[in-house]
């Protein structure tokens, strides 16, 4: 029984050791993070952008009851919202990145952000449209134009409503770009199985990527946590 657990160990202990050390393939695994968190990056601020605009394109269809605007915003979040990321990444890279010269952490980023766009307007949205339509008329009467009543008075205090969805839906962003390997992006994933081929032994880099996705997205809830906090305890004072 000893043997057997030993060698159980030992067999373990040589899987992960074959997927971290020989050939330095340590550095793949931090070559992907490196990518992940590129990707992760530009398309958090697209998709920032994307929403916010999209998110008061809507609201102020809605007031001013333009029904043909309206439509082209609940196209595009319908659309991206009802076809899966794997398919819409293969169809940007396929049809509008055909160059050869295509870089493909662009695409990337592109795509998720397009995609997490659609995601963060119907947030802000909510988020807007929970501030009393009161905000809006007073900053109106002080003579503010309806850009900058939107920019100043109402969509700071929506961002602190809608603070945790927002930060959930990054935090799954994050976690949805493992689906980049599918166009040679080398992140995470796509290391993984490059090692795994290697060592003929997918499974050791499999739970490494894993675990780096886990402590990448526990890190960033417990930021978003204190974040939070230090918000709610700003208000009470």
Same mark, same amino acid.
């Not at 880099?205 to 960033?220: H, S």
């Given at each position: 029984? =000893?043997?057997?657990?030993?060698? @159980?160990?030992?067999?373990?202990?040589?899987?992960? =050791?074959?997927?971290? &050390?020989?050939?330095?393939?340590?550095?793949? =695994?931090?070559?992907?993070?490196?990518?992940?968190?590129?990707?992760? @990056? @530009?398309? +958090?601020?697209?998709? +920032?952008?994307?929403?916010?605009?999209? #998110?008061?394109?809507?609201?102020?269809?809605?007031?001013?009851?333009?029904?043909?605007?309206?439509?082209?915003?609940?196209?595009?979040?319908?659309?991206? /919202?009802?076809?899966?990321?794997?398919?819409?990444?293969?169809?940007?890279?396929?049809?509008?990145?055909?160059?050869?010269?295509?870089?493909?952490?662009?695409? %990337?980023?592109?795509?998720? %952000? +397009?995609?997490?766009?659609?995601?963060? #307007?119907?947030?802000?949205?909510?988020?807007?449209?929970?501030?009393? /339509?009161?905000?809006?008329?007073? %900053?109106?009467?002080?003579?503010?134009?309806?850009?900058?009543?939107? /920019?100043?008075?109402?969509?700071?205090?929506? &961002? /602190?409503?809608?603070?945790?969805?927002?930060?959930?839906?990054?935090?799954?962003?994050?976690?949805?770009?493992?689906? #980049?390997?599918?166009?040679?992006?080398?992140?995470?994933?796509?290391?993984?199985?490059?090692?795994?081929?290697?060592?003929?032994?997918?499974?050791?880099?499999? +739970?490494?990527?894993?675990?780096? =996705?886990?402590?990448? &997205? !526990?890190?960033?809830?417990?930021?978003?946590?204190?974040?939070?906090?230090? !918000?709610?305890?700003?208000?009470?004072?």
């Amino acid at each position: 029984m =000893y043997l057997s657990s030993s060698w @159980f160990g030992k067999t373990i202990y040589d899987s992960f =050791y074959n997927a971290i &050390v020989p050939d330095k393939r340590y550095l793949a =695994y931090i070559e992907g993070l490196k990518v992940t968190l590129l990707i992760s @990056f @530009f398309a +958090i601020i697209l998709g +920032i952008l994307i929403g916010v605009i999209v #998110a008061i394109l809507k609201v102020t269809a809605t007031n001013y009851k333009m029904k043909w605007l309206s439509k082209i915003c609940n196209i595009y979040i319908n659309v991206i /919202r009802g076809t899966p990321l794997m398919v819409q990444l293969l169809i940007i890279y396929n049809l509008i990145f055909t160059s050869r010269n295509t870089n493909e952490l662009l695409v %990337g980023a592109v795509c998720f %952000g +397009i995609n997490s766009g659609a995601y963060v #307007a119907e947030i802000i949205r909510s988020g807007i449209e929970s501030i009393d /339509r009161g905000q809006m008329e007073a %900053g109106r009467s002080l003579g503010l134009n309806y850009v900058t009543t939107m /920019r100043l008075i109402i969509l700071p205090q929506a &961002v /602190r409503n809608i603070l945790p969805a927002l930060g959930n839906e990054f935090i799954t962003l994050i976690k949805e770009t493992s689906v #980049a390997s599918v166009i040679a992006i080398t992140d995470l994933t796509k290391a993984a199985q490059y090692i795994g081929s290697r060592t003929w032994d997918i499974l050791p880099p499999l +739970i490494i990527v894993a675990l780096f =996705y886990l402590i990448l &997205v !526990m890190g960033l809830s417990k930021l978003l946590s204190v974040f939070e906090r230090r !918000m709610a305890k700003s208000d009470r004072s």
